[in-house]
């Protein structure tokens, strides 16, 4: 094993398939995932109606000061306690999980590629692309499934905030990637080619 786990960053808009993504390449690697949505800061001081106008869709909303800090933690084989979010309060749980230290590190979401301090510790850069329509229907079967939203609620947020963020701050970040992946292709398709990158940087050194 060396002796620092070794950093794969997945990046992309919302419903391009980057969770998807991550979890089959943990598959195929010996890793483990760790998702920004764990970071969004705590709105709890807000009250319900005001949390849930809040731009999750922004750098800002997420607390990327404990991401970078972990990360970095993580990448020196510490193990470490996550925070836990709550989608539905759009709060921060009292409670954490611990995560151990592994060979191989997946982090993955929507901004993975946009802070200077967190790419620097990546030793693989991918972006998933998919256009805005599909982008939608996914996060909206999502959404409604997992985080207890309607519909309208979700169509709402896209136009006002997640389209237009995600146009301002994420979609330039693809010029930071080693791998583009179409979040439309047979995700078997983008496993292969990070895999093959993740092997061919490793053994080379």
């Known amino acids: 094993m060396p002796a620092a786990t070794y950093l794969i960053g997945i990046a992309g808009p919302s419903g391009a398939?980057?969770?998807?993504?991550?979890?089959?390449?943990?598959?195929?690697?010996?890793?483990?995932?760790?998702?920004?949505?764990?970071?969004?800061?705590?709105?709890?001081?807000?009250?319900?109606?005001?949390?849930?106008?809040?731009?999750?869709d922004s750098p800002e909303a997420l607390d990327h000061e404990l991401l970078i800090a972990q990360v970095a933690r993580l990448q020196n084989r510490e193990t470490v306690q996550l925070p836990v979010y709550d989608f539905i309060s759009h709060t921060r749980s009292p409670?954490?999980?611990?995560?151990?230290?592994?060979?191989?590190?997946?982090?993955?979401?929507?901004?993975?590629?946009y802070w200077l301090r967190l790419r620097a510790l990546l030793?693989?850069?991918?972006?998933?692309d998919l256009s805005d329509e599909i982008c939608l229907s996914r996060r909206i079967a999502r959404d409604v499934r997992e985080r207890g939203r309607t519909a309208e609620s979700v169509?709402?947020?896209?136009?006002?905030?997640?389209?237009?963020?995600?146009?301002?701050?994420?979609?330039?970040?693809?010029?930071?990637?080693?791998?583009?992946?179409?979040?439309?292709?047979?995700?078997?398709?983008?496993?292969?080619?990070?895999?093959?990158?993740?092997?061919?940087?490793?053994?080379?050194?």
Do not use: C, W
Not at 103 to 110: F, P
Not at 190 to 199: H, K, N, Q, S, T
């Open 17 to 56: 398939g980057k969770s998807f993504l991550a979890r089959r390449l943990k598959s195929a690697l010996p890793a483990e995932v760790l998702q920004l949505d764990r970071y969004y800061r705590d709105l709890s001081h807000l009250p319900p109606a005001e949390r849930a106008r809040a731009n999750f």
């Open 95 to 113: 409670r954490t999980e611990m995560l151990l230290p592994s060979e191989v590190l997946i982090v993955e979401g929507l901004f993975t590629l």
């Open 123 to 128: 030793g693989a850069k991918v972006y998933v």
């Open 155 to 205: 169509i709402e947020q896209y136009e006002t905030t997640v389209a237009p963020m995600a146009e301002r701050y994420i979609r330039p970040t693809l010029t930071h990637a080693d791998v583009v992946v179409s979040g439309a292709e047979p995700v078997e398709d983008g496993v292969e080619r990070i895999v093959e990158l993740y092997r061919r940087r490793t053994v080379s050194g």
